[in-house]
């Protein structure tokens, strides 16, 4: 068996292992939220550590290597373009079929009014209890969307780029690196040497991450045993799972629908083919949760499996884990409307109307991080209540946003893996814009 395909086993023995030892922990251990923290705590230090530590290096050095490999500034442009339309147009259309699924299905709607009552209390206690989740929420409320997109503009214009570094802010990174890109590309041979060092520090730290690789297995079994051990696969069975079931359901129709046909049609690839060869960063997304931990073994996986030119995969995979939010849009949709019908309170066109534009903004400012869509669903639920109080009807309390903080994680795993997912299409996609001159690479 080769290296990859063994690495492939063994991650899904991971996740099923973790699955299963996670289900026993969580009916077996008196405080299953204390031991599943414990597991993911483990998981982090082991897996999901060692590659966050390289993802602000690999993003400034595949940055730089992409643009200067692609060489003339109108073609980056176009590049550019293309890549940006791709990435609103595919977020558009997963956060309309959320919403269409949700008041379609109504998974809030029809539910005893002791069971509405049980979660609404419940809901509150979890909103109260965690802080540091309340306090960013209050952050965000507070900024409203405005803020979001100043926060971003901001990044978008860094001052300092050690700052940026620091903070682990990656699109100011990746601004920079388009910047100094260019310029080693204007300045033609001057500028080769650093190019080729920079190749050269690019390709060592593609090196770490096939080492870290071998981690994964490890990392992901801790990750997926705490994760169950927490909430405990029953949930699906309990009073959200209607909830979960039509997040997931979203969640696969924009996988195995939307995007393969956006695939097929217009990058004329096998789909279903270029989902198997990307398996290995589909399952480091799932077992991290995280799109920015999972870049270096996307990139890796979809230049040396995928298909994807190293020019493609270089600069539009960091632009993705950073503004490319398919599943994050879908979910928090689908959530939004789920608590104002758990709440009792119908929503009109308008309102729906402003739930897809207010979540596809809201998740471009979601940092790829755990339950980041969290902290922007209050964006959302805000500008909807503005829109209701014009009515006169009274608004969903924030702490509604407590009913669905018990199951996020499992929807969480979920939705970053459909966010790596739209990622990758894209950089396939892109390829036909931004070929290697390598044959090998073309062949590929």
């Not at 260019?182 to 190019?195: E, F, T």
């Not at 920079?198 to 080492?211: E, I, P, Y």
């Not at 217009?266 to 480091?284: C, E, I, Q, S």
């Amino acid at each position: 068996m080769k290296k990859d395909g063994l690495i492939t086993v063994l991650i899904l023995v991971g996740l099923v292992g973790g699955a299963v030892l996670g289900q026993i922990l969580h009916g077996a251990v008196p405080d299953p939220v204390e031991t599943g923290n414990s597991w993911m705590s483990v998981g982090k230090i082991v897996l999901v550590r060692p590659l966050m530590l390289l993802v602000l290096p690999l993003v400034f050095l595949s940055v730089v290597v992409g643009v200067t490999s692609i060489g003339d500034p109108s073609r980056l442009g176009i590049v550019g373009g293309t890549t940006l339309l791709y990435y609103f147009s595919t977020m558009v259309a997963a956060v309309v079929l959320g919403a269409v699924l949700v008041t379609t299905v109504a998974p809030g709607e029809g539910l005893s009014p002791e069971a509405i009552t049980s979660l609404q209390s419940e809901g509150a206690a979890q909103y109260e209890e965690n802080s540091g989740l309340r306090n960013a929420m209050g952050t965000a409320n507070e900024k409203g969307l405005g803020g979001a997109w100043m926060n971003i503009l901001e990044q978008v214009i860094p001052k300092n780029f050690f700052a940026e570094l620091a903070n682990g802010r990656t699109l100011g990174v990746i601004v920079f690196a388009l910047l100094l890109g260019l310029a080693l590309a204007a300045i033609g041979d001057a500028g080769r040497p650093a190019v080729d060092t920079l190749r050269s520090l690019f390709d060592g730290v593609m090196r770490l991450v096939l080492w870290i690789l071998w981690l994964t297995p490890i990392g992901v079994f801790f990750l997926v045993t705490g994760t169950v051990a927490k909430i405990g696969l029953g949930a699906l069975a309990g009073p959200l799972g209607a909830y979960m079931i039509t997040v997931l359901v979203g969640l696969a129709i924009h996988a195995f629908v939307t995007l393969p046909i956006v695939l097929a049609v217009l990058g004329r690839v096998n789909p279903f083919a270029f989902m198997l060869r990307m398996r290995k960063a589909l399952l480091t997304a799932f077992g991290t949760d995280s799109s920015s931990a999972t870049l270096p073994v996307t990139i890796e996986t979809a230049v040396d499996e995928g298909g994807c030119s190293k020019r493609s995969a270089n600069f539009v995979l960091p632009l993705g884990a950073t503004v490319n939010m398919d599943g994050t849009a879908l979910y928090e949709a689908v959530a939004v409307v789920f608590m104002f019908q758990l709440w009792g309170i119908d929503l009109g066109m308008g309102e729906l109307v402003i739930v897809v534009v207010t979540a596809t903004l809201a998740a471009v400012g979601a940092a790829g991080i755990p339950s980041a869509g969290l902290v922007t669903m209050v964006i959302v639920v805000t500008a909807v209540n503005t829109s209701l109080a014009g009515r006169g009807i009274e608004p969903l309390p924030l702490e509604a946003i407590g009913v669905i903080i018990g199951v996020d994680r499992i929807l969480d795993m979920c939705r970053t893996t459909v966010n790596v997912w739209g990622d990758a299409v894209g950089a396939r996609l892109i390829t036909r814009l931004a070929p290697d001159d390598e044959p090998a690479a073309e062949a590929a």
